[in-house]
């Protein structure tokens, strides 16, 4: 037996065949990249966030409740546009405001002695010893007042006298009826216009430099002879933005005059109803 080795060669060792029946060996998958595994989980995590956000899920009280915020916040928006909104006295000067503001105090401390007065009437109605008489009288009075008020009587007392010179031919009679709305309000309780009684159903027609008051007509100047406190019925002609003013924009002047006696002479027929009568008939 001889010592000698045998030197390898390099014949590919052989695959052994499938056994009998086997499928195809399935070829490994190759390796994936570095950093393709995070890039693949990366873009799993964003594509679970879209599906969370959208669509998005709304529960009923979560519906609720962004409709009340929007009534809140719609309520607040209307709020504050009309808290910012530009009132009629917010440039006035402050001798105006104190002025508007004596007034309404005027007007209040009319309305408490009218309430006084009528209690003390009633007061004096319950105490009196001869109601009968007590009535009669009160009855009369009543029916003086009533009749100046529906001017079928004469009356005078202090009061103002307003005049209005109309050179332009500017004035139109719903200015003049303004002035008139503004007396009552300040208390006014007999006026007349150039001879013409001014009673609950006066109206004002016409263009400027042609009007009628109740048909009748009336030329400049206007002439408003009225009843009342005087200390009342001027500053309410002069308040910002009102009869004076509104007059001077039309380049008439308006001139007012207080008197401790202002006659109102102008009367007007007394009409009976066609179809009101006194409940108690």
Do not use: C
Request: aromatic share 2%; proline share 7%.
């Amino acid at each position: 037996m001889s010592n000698h080795e045998e030197t390898p060669d390099n014949t590919p060792t052989p695959t052994p065949d499938p056994a009998p029946g086997a499928g195809p060996t399935p070829t490994p998958a190759p390796d994936p990249a570095p950093g393709q595994e995070a890039t693949a989980e990366a873009r799993t995590g964003r594509q679970r966030l879209a599906a969370g956000l959208w669509p998005p899920r709304v529960t009923r009280a979560q519906l609720i409740v962004a409709v009340l915020l929007f009534g809140l916040g719609l309520g607040l928006a209307i709020q504050v546009r009309s808290t910012s909104d530009t009132g009629a006295l917010r440039g006035a000067r402050q001798e105006d405001l104190v002025r508007i503001l004596d007034e309404l105090d005027d007007r209040t401390q009319r309305l408490e002695d009218e309430k006084a007065r009528l209690e003390d009437q009633r007061t004096e109605l319950e105490n009196s010893s001869d109601q009968a008489e007590e009535a009669r009288k009160q009855t009369l009075e009543k029916e003086r007042q009533l009749g100046v008020l529906a001017g079928t009587v004469a009356a005078q007392g202090p009061g103002i006298t307003l005049t209005i010179d109309d050179g332009a031919g500017a004035v139109e009679s719903d200015m003049l009826l303004d002035a008139i709305q503004e007396l009552r309000a300040a208390g006014a309780e007999a006026i007349q216009v150039n001879g013409v009684r001014v009673v609950a159903d006066t109206y004002f027609s016409g263009d400027a430099g042609d009007i009628e008051v109740d048909g009748r007509k009336v030329k400049a100047p206007y002439r408003f002879k009225v009843i009342g406190k005087p200390q009342d019925l001027e500053p309410a002609l002069n308040i910002p933005g009102g009869v004076v003013q509104t007059l001077e924009k039309e380049q008439a002047t308006a001139t007012v005059t207080r008197s401790q006696k202002i006659v109102v002479d102008a009367l007007r027929p007394a009409e009976r109803p066609d179809y009101a009568r006194s409940s108690s008939q």
